[in-house]
């Protein structure tokens, strides 16, 4: 699985973007971020049927995960961003399993797209 993230790039504070992983057909996904000299955090995630997202509390009423009606590209809109958004953002996708997982852990993942930058000026 080959996972391309894209979308990346400049944005003002207050403003919306959005992101998109390719390839990711029947696969849980997830978005990740990483912010100069910070761990990678989770953003969100979404079922490979897109029956259920999850969405870390900084993000939350702000960031919405989705996916589209071919099931194979994942979406991250983005609204009211703000400067401390500012990260590489990468998307993940799991092997389908009959167990939960943690959605919101990076080792729940097989699989990592190459990043994309945002910036958020302020």
């Known amino acids: 699985v080959q996972l391309q993230a894209s979308g990346g790039g400049l944005v003002q504070a207050g403003g919306f973007w959005r992101l998109s992983c390719a390839a990711c057909?029947?696969?849980?996904t997830g978005w990740f971020r990483q912010a100069p000299g910070k761990e990678r955090e989770f953003v969100a995630a979404?079922?490979?049927?897109?029956?259920?997202?999850y969405h870390a509390d900084s993000v939350k009423g702000r960031f919405t995960i989705s996916r589209n009606s071919a099931g194979d590209t994942v979406y991250l809109q983005m609204n009211s961003l703000r400067p401390e958004d500012t990260a590489v953002y990468y998307c993940?996708?799991?092997?389908?399993?009959?167990?939960?997982?943690?959605?919101?852990?990076?080792?729940?993942?097989?699989?990592w797209g190459q990043g994309t930058q945002v910036t958020v000026s302020s």
């Open positions: 057909g029947r696969y849980g």
């Open positions: 979404i079922t490979w049927r897109g029956g259920n997202t």
């Open positions: 993940a996708a799991r092997r389908p399993s009959g167990g939960s997982y943690d959605h919101s852990s990076s080792n729940a993942y097989d699989y």
